[in-house]
């Protein structure tokens, strides 16, 4: 059985205590023949007086009292911390399960969906010619909630598929990482004239791989912010705020407004409603788990026509 950390405490505080009886006996005898010469120290140990063994019992009986109350209470602390531990236990279980179900839920209504989608289509491939406008206007309008609802279901598994244990974290050189980011984005988007300029000398303390992942996704965000006509430019940098590291990636591409912004980072939002932004609702949605994981923030400001910019905090002070 593990011990808690009271239970270590008070395991501690009773070793501790048996040796301070017999140090302070010993250092009682010292004093006493040294600093005032009362005595040698082999004497004042093995033959105190009547007046010192009743002080040294009475000490020895207080040093006993405060290791008895200091064991009761860290008994009691023990106690909740071991009730506490069986609680995350138990809700951590309830979590895993409930995650379980949600996923089994989601597939199973998104086959469900595709199985509808598919009867539509063979319902209008068959029978199409016999319809009336009015009926045809019916199905047209049953297979885009068809296809919605699939949009919907397939994102809702992709964001319970993203990473949710604990960041492990270390000493991260950001800019470098940046910098292995480029390489990559540019042996995929060749054909992509995009000018990327990294801050050097950036580092932080956060889990490598989901920063990593992070700065991905939003140099890919800016790249569908930026026209293929215009020469890109997107800029990797930080800044320091009330004793906080702010991080950034902004682009020259068509910006956004600042309503525009609150839906950014909104995996369901509709694409229909906001053309211009970028179609891939994931990569901000992904991002901000991440984040938030971490303990930061992550937000969004742009100028309709001019440019954007995604900011971050790994951590919060």
């Known amino acids: 059985m593990i011990k808690t950390l009271a239970q270590k405490s008070s395991y501690l505080l009773f070793l501790w205590g048996l040796l301070l009886v017999p140090f302070a ?55 909740k911390e071991s009730s506490l531990q069986l609680r995350n236990h138990d809700l951590d279980l309830v979590r895993q399960d409930l995650e379980e179900f949600q996923d089994d839920v ?6 469900t969906s595709t199985e509808l989608e598919t009867a539509i289509d063979l319902l209008k491939d068959q029978n199409s010619r016999n319809f009336d406008e009015k009926t045809r206007f019916f199905i047209e309008n049953a297979d885009k ?57 950036i580092s932080g303390w956060c889990d490598q791989g989901m920063i990593r992942q992070v700065i991905y996704n939003l140099f890919c965000n800016a790249m569908d912010f930026i026209p293929e006509s215009r020469q890109g ?24 407004s600042a309503a525009q912004a609150k839906r950014l980072f909104d995996p369901f939002r509709e694409i229909a409603h906001d053309p211009d932004l970028p ?20 937000w969004a400001e742009g100028v309709q026509g001019a440019s954007g910019t995604v900011f ?3 951590y919060s002070v």
């Open 25 to 79: 006996t010993v250092a009682d005898s010292v004093l006493a023949a040294v600093l005032f010469g009362e005595g040698s120290i082999q004497q004042r140990l093995l033959s105190p007086s009547y007046h010192e063994l009743a002080i040294r019992v009475l000490f020895s009986t207080f040093i006993l009292a405060a290791i008895y109350l200091g064991m009761h209470y860290l008994a009691n602390s023990a106690q």
């Open 106 to 111: 989601l597939r199973k209504l998104r086959n």
């Open 145 to 201: 909630i068809s296809n919605r609802m699939y949009r919907l279901l397939e994102m809702s598994l992709s964001l319970t598929d993203l990473p949710v244990g604990e960041p492990h974290r270390g000493l991260v050189k950001l800019d470098e990482l940046a910098h292995d980011v480029v390489a990559e984005l540019r042996g995929k988007k060749a054909d992509r004239q995009v000018e990327f300029k990294i801050q050097p000398w």
């Open 233 to 256: 430019r997107i800029e990797f940098g930080a800044f320091d705020r009330s004793s906080q590291k702010v991080l950034f990636v902004r682009d020259n591409g068509t910006g956004f």
């Open 279 to 298: 179609q891939d609702t994931l990569r901000l949605a992904h991002s901000r788990r991440i984040i938030h994981r971490h303990g930061g923030q992550i």
């Open 312 to 314: 971050f905090t790994y």
